[in-house]
């Protein structure tokens, strides 16, 4: 027989384990801005938000809630980078070109 004590426990557990990869995915969806061609930090909010969102349950609102904004915000990083990259690649070109120089 499963005891409900153990149920209530791994639901517990599994609950924070979910709050605290919403709430990291979060953080660092936000700090993904802070250096705009640092993609691998927007791709690891993705990736974690998604890991938090198939994790949390049904009872989990607000560790849904930010992993579905830490997932739309790692996104939207990995676009903006994209676009700069695409319509700024002759002036990233040349930049390239300098350091090497420097270098």
Known sequence: ?????????????????????????????LLA???LLGAEKGLLALVLG?????????????????ARIAVCLGALQLVTVA???????EEIGQLLALLAKLG
């Open 1 to 29: 027989m499963t005891d409900p004590m153990d149920s209530s426990l791994r639901e517990a557990r599994l609950q924070g384990r979910a709050e605290g990869l919403a709430t990291g995915a979060l953080a660092i969806a």
């Open 33 to 35: 801005f802070v250096n």
């Open 50 to 66: 998604l890991v938090a969102l198939r994790g949390a349950g049904a009872g989990a609102g607000p560790a849904r809630r930010r």
């Open 83 to 89: 676009l700069v990259v695409l319509l700024f690649r």
